[in-house]
């Protein structure tokens, strides 16, 4: 088990430039998520994967943003025409859901997160 | 919008004393989650209680959870330096598993060596 994993770690980039991010999850997972969080506030909720399929985006997804799952594994999250608000920690977590008789309560694990600056 | 509150914000202590960090949220829920986050990096995942529990143990931290008060509290015995970091209460409101959780504004503790 090697963990969520975020790559890259830190990204500049100047305004109006596009940006992609890359997270790799715990490889039996079956659901991705992905959370952005500003300096002195908690995580906040983007979009979620169940496999490859996108069930959930939040209200903070704008146009410019678009996250993808293309084989349920890996997953990308691209920002277009960057602003300076867009600068943040954005962080992905995984976990695993099951279709049993009742309901397993399983936790997210996070990955490291990449934290994007734009000037 | 978030969803947990925590109280306090901060909190200084020393070490081999007790922490206390409490949560208030506003809707039901299936479960709530704390994870610990330490500056600059990721979170990680101390304890989640479910909505029909009401206490949970795991090494040195104890979770209460009151959910006629919509409040939880974290307890974390003979603190150690190495426990400061940032602590955050999460709720999940979905069908089970975590799903969309929904994360508080988080607490800092300092523990002084």
């Known amino acids: 088990d090697t963990g969520v994993s975020q790559n890259p770690r830190h990204k500049i980039t100047k305004r109006g430039q596009n940006v992609t991010f890359r997270c790799d999850p715990i490889s039996e997972h079956n659901r991705l998520y992905w959370y952005r969080q500003t300096l002195g506030q908690g995580p906040e909720f983007l979009t979620y994967f169940q496999n490859e399929a996108q069930l959930e985006k939040s209200r903070l997804l704008s146009d410019r943003f678009s996250a993808e799952r293309p084989k349920g594994s890996f997953s990308t999250l691209e920002i277009q025409r960057t602003e300076q608000g867009d600068s943040a920690m954005y962080l992905c977590?995984?976990?695993?859901?099951?279709?049993?008789?009742?309901?397993?309560?399983?936790?997210?694990?996070f990955g490291q997160g990449t934290r994007l600056t734009v000037v | 919008s978030q969803q947990g509150e925590e109280d306090p914000q901060a909190l200084s202590i020393q070490e081999g004393e007790n922490a206390t960090m409490n949560c208030s949220y506003k809707t039901s829920i299936n479960n709530l989650q704390w994870y610990r986050q330490n500056s600059g990096r990721g979170l990680v995942h101390l304890i989640l209680?479910?909505?029909?529990?009401r206490e949970k143990h795991s090494g040195r931290l104890r979770v209460t959870l009151d959910t006629s008060k919509k409040s939880s509290s974290l307890l974390i015995t003979a603190s150690r330096a190495a426990d400061t970091a940032s602590y955050f209460c999460?709720?999940?409101?979905?069908?089970?598993?975590?799903?969309?959780?929904?994360f508080g504004k988080g607490m800092k503790l300092t523990v002084n060596p």
């Open positions: 209680i479910r909505s029909n529990e």
């Open positions: 977590a995984s976990s695993r859901w099951f279709w049993p008789v009742g309901r397993i309560d399983t936790e997210a694990f």
């Open positions: 999460a709720t999940d409101r979905g069908q089970g598993g975590s799903e969309k959780l929904v």
